[in-house]
């Protein structure tokens, strides 16, 4: 069976590029379709498949500026012809579902989520940027929907990494999707008995994740915070934040480890779609203080594996940390990294491999009338 793994753009290694690991191991022989590649900051287990780019790879610039070619990457992916295989997979975030298949293949589409800025996000982005772009999304975001709506009838299956995803999907495509959380390497992360002083923030630091909340929040408290990534928001955090706030900007894997496994809890005031982040702190027995919503809904237990808080504000912040300090042994580390076993790399991958071949062997059971519709 010839595979083929339609991925959005590949210049770093996050939650998406991690489903995309665990894809390949799963089908070996697969080769891999994207925008933009980087191969300088991709993992040796993608770069073991064959490549390949559309024209948006030769642009100037790309690498740093493949967000502000997103209009032209519908037309970009009408030049892939993928005709050739018999299962093609799209990773979704970006524009991934416009190329062009044979009628026999079966087309699963893993959705991280419809495209944010162009989707839910929208006025959020819209407010964030200048002038120019400001008047090419009002320009662009029309032809960009109707076009997005439509490759998604192309789909035979839709996977969701998460319910708040699954609600987009049919929202955004009017179409049924199953749930497949995304892989989490447990294994990777372990309980560290010693608890540290400090609360812990990590990640990238832009605004749809609200670092600026947990700064307000822990300015206010004079708690100890330690903020651990990169991002475009963080030299005015910097300016914005108090002394018992210290940023560390990026360290290595075993440095972040050490950091989420003696954390008092991480705290995760954003709006994800699936959040891994919680995952691998709940992974290293840490509790997680989150806002409710998303995809943390799926990941953690309120009173059990963190505590939710409903409004993003610094107050509604603060009186969760509260909550947790007036009760901090109803949280055990052993309990909390029993429940991420159902988030692991083998639960996945055992899930995915089984939809996929349940989706082929219906299709190969239909009369071959029905089968090339």
């Not at 089908?27 to 980087?38: E, F, G, K, L, N």
């Not at 210290?246 to 950091?259: K, P, T």
Request: glycine content about 6%.
């Amino acid at each position: 069976m010839k595979v083929a793994i339609v991925h959005y753009w590949l210049v770093n290694m996050r939650g998406g590029e991690k489903v995309l690991e665990a894809l390949c191991e799963l089908y070996p022989q697969a080769d891999i379709y994207t925008h933009v590649y980087d191969p300088k900051n991709i993992s040796d287990a993608i770069k073991k498949h064959q490549i390949n780019t559309t024209f948006i790879q030769h642009l100037p610039r790309a690498i740093q500026w493949y967000q502000n070619y997103l209009p032209l990457m519908p037309i970009a992916l009408r030049f892939l012809s993928l005709k050739k295989y018999d299962l093609v997979i799209s990773s979704e975030s970006g524009p991934a579902k416009g190329v062009r298949l044979n009628n026999k293949a079966m087309y699963v589409c893993y959705c991280h989520s419809p495209m944010r800025y162009v989707w839910d996000l929208f006025d959020e982005y819209f407010r964030s940027v200048g002038f120019f772009k400001k008047l090419m999304m009002l320009l662009l975001m029309k032809p960009l929907r109707i076009w997005d709506r439509w490759t998604s009838k192309r789909v035979n299956q839709f996977i969701a990494n998460s319910t708040t995803v699954q609600k987009r999907i049919l929202n955004c495509y009017q179409r049924d999707s199953v749930v497949i959380h995304p892989p989490v390497d447990i294994d990777h992360f372990q309980i560290q008995h010693s608890e540290g002083d400090y609360y812990l923030l990590f990640g990238q630091l832009i605004q749809y994740k609200r670092p600026d909340l947990a700064i307000e929040a822990f300015n206010q408290s004079g708690r100890k915070l330690v903020v651990i990534g990169q991002g475009g928001m963080l030299e005015v955090l910097r300016k914005q934040a108090k002394p018992n706030i210290q940023f560390l900007g990026r360290l290595d894997d075993d440095q972040i480890r050490g950091y989420l496994a003696s954390c008092k809890a991480i705290i995760f005031p954003g709006l994800e779609d699936f959040g891994i982040v919680p995952v691998e702190a709940m992974a290293c027995g840490r509790p997680v203080i989150a806002y409710g919503k998303g995809g943390v809904l799926d990941t953690v237990v309120n009173g059990k594996t963190g505590i939710y808080f409903e409004t993003q504000t610094a107050q509604a912040l603060n009186e969760a940390i509260e909550r947790f300090e007036k009760s901090p042994n109803q949280f055990n580390p052993q309990a909390i990294r029993e429940w991420t076993q159902r988030f692991s790399k083998e639960q996945f991958q055992n899930q995915f491999f089984e939809m996929v071949h349940s989706l082929l062997k219906s299709k190969l059971n239909k009369p071959k009338s029905e089968r090339e519709l």
